[in-house]
Every structure is written in C-alpha cells, then in structure tokens.
C-alpha cells in the first residue's frame, strides 16, 4: 500500500520558534508538495520539489522554506513560527511522469503556535 | 489553470446517485478536469479526471459537457462514506501543481 507519512498528526509551539515539519514517501516519486489547508480558503501550495536539492516556490512560500535532501523526503521548515502560520499541513507526492498523474497526501499535522 | 465553481454544500440520501457539480467555462482546450476528495481529518484522495470523453472508474462517473465548460461527478450510489468535501480542479498537462479551491460538501443522509 502506498504511502506518504508525516512526522506528526498533531503539533504545538510557540512564536518565535523554529519548526520542522517531515514528510516521507514510498513511493519513488519525484515530485513532493507542501500545503497548508485553512478555513474557507481551501488547500494552498507553499514549495514543492521536482528532484533532490531542486524546490519551487508556490502560492504562499513567504516565512517557509524547504528542504529536499534525499528523495523519498520533504521538510518544510519554519524559521520563526507566528500565530498566523497556525493551520494544518499537508504534504503530497507523485510520481512526475508526465504531469497526468495524481497526487497523494499524508493525514496532515495540525500545528498550533501559541 | 482555470478556475472553477462548485457549490458550496449538498446532501444526498444513502443508497441514491450523488451528482456534483463544477463549472470551468473558461476551460483550455489542454486542460484536464480533475476531482479529489477530503474525508474528515484525511489528505485528499485522487478519485477520476478526463479531458472530453466521459469516464468511469471503480470509484466514481465524470461526465463532461460538449463545450467542456462543466461537468458532473456522479457517485452512482452513495454510502455514509462519501461524506466528505469534493474538489474538482482543472489542469493542464505538464503542469505538477493543483490548484484547490474551498470545493463542495457533500452530506449522505442515511
């Protein structure tokens, strides 16, 4: 069964922190995403990555970076966690082939910055 | 990639066909109409896509219009499983990115 896991369901922190946020998948696929899902605005795309080291930004990528050091992972990094970033997280994959192909996501981290 | 509207909200009675909407009237003649959906607490889930001819999986019927410029997903007989909210999403291909938008929430009445 395939599978992209998460480091957390849910998390807690506090403003001014630095948060790291893990994401694996199993599936040999090139290309990870990352989101965030907030009420009434949907899913939103901050970075993805298409290869190992290669990342592109998305709709929202200010206060978040990334980092993609080994294929089957994607770590999306708070530098200095605000309230505003409170929300839910979730990271998807797929496999690249042709840009037909779908995308699958893990159960999502909850993260709350006090 | 083109934007679309869905309703916001619909019910549907356990045991009937679930029809959802989309509409995606300024559709590319590139661009593939897809639909995922998010269970509660769950990442969404890929269910069906089609560029014009209407097609038909294990999970789901999309059924797109001539012009293209709307389709329905059918979900030919609902279960409280299919509680979920549903997004359906135009793509081009080449294109890695999804763009979601706040999607419909669909309520089976058991």
């Known amino acids: 069964d395939v599978k992209v896991t998460q480091s957390s369901r849910y998390l807690v922190k506090r403003t001014g922190e630095k948060v790291f946020l893990e994401c694996v998948q199993d599936m040999d696929h090139e290309n990870m995403f990352w989101y965030r899902q907030d009420p009434g605005l949907g899913l939103r795309l901050i970075y993805f990555s298409y290869d190992v080291k290669m990342k592109e930004k998305g709709d929202i990528p200010e206060g978040y970076s990334v980092s993609r050091e080994k294929k089957e992972r994607f770590s999306l990094i708070l530098e200095s966690a605000s309230t505003n970033q409170t929300s839910m997280y979730l990271c998807?994959?797929?496999?690249?082939?042709?840009?037909?192909?779908?995308?699958?996501f893990g159960p999502g981290t909850r993260l709350t910055v006090l | 990639d083109a934007k679309t509207t869905q309703p916001p909200s619909m019910d549907c009675a356990e045991g009937r066909a679930a029809n959802l909407p989309c509409n995606h009237s300024?559709?590319?003649?590139?661009?593939?109409v897809y639909w995922y959906r998010q269970i509660h607490s769950q990442g969404p889930q890929y269910i069906i896509h089609?560029?014009?001819n209407n097609e038909t999986n294990e999970m789901a019927s999309l059924i797109i219009t001539e012009d293209r410029k709307s389709s329905t997903l059918i979900l030919p007989h609902a279960t409280l499983r299919d509680t979920a909210v549903y997004y359906c999403i135009a793509r081009s291909r080449g294109n890695e990115k999804l763009t979601f938008g706040t999607g419909t929430r669909l309520t089976i009445i058991p």
């Open positions: 300024t559709i590319s003649g590139n661009e593939y």
């Open positions: 998807a994959s797929s496999s690249g082939t042709g840009g037909l192909d779908e995308q699958f």
């Open positions: 089609g560029l014009k």
